[in-house]
């Protein structure tokens, strides 16, 4: 069993930036893809960021330039560094890795 959990989520003003950190359990970390994902209220979950088992990364186009997602595998770790935030951005991120999905950290931008 796979356990995903996020932290680093909060608010933060248009411009700003967070580090989003997904720490997961397992002994086979290396192995797995792991992929960032999106909630807001009347907006479809989007696939954020995904960062494969040989670290080659994907980005949605909306944030392509502002997000970057890396993974630390000696300390099980994935981050998603989120710069130029825009309101737009609001929702509840989730990290997903090896069919476990985390119960999110929000994210809000506003003034």
């Known amino acids: 069993q796979v356990q995903v959990v996020e932290s680093g989520g909060g608010m933060v003003q248009p411009g700003g930036s967070l580090r989003l950190t997904c720490a997961a359990s397992?002994?086979?970390?290396?192995?797995?893809?792991a992929s960032w994902h999106r909630e807001a209220p009347a907006k479809q979950r989007e696939l954020v960021a995904l960062i494969s088992s040989t670290s080659n990364t994907t980005y949605a186009d909306s944030v392509k330039g502002r997000f970057t997602i890396s993974r630390d595998n000696a300390k099980n770790l994935v981050f998603l560094q989120m710069n130029s935030l825009k309101p737009e951005d609001t929702g509840v991120y989730h990290c997903?890795?090896?069919?476990?999905w985390g119960q999110g950290t929000q994210v809000t931008v506003s003034s």
């Open positions: 997903a890795m090896g069919g476990a």
């Open positions: 397992t002994s086979i970390f290396r192995a797995y893809s």
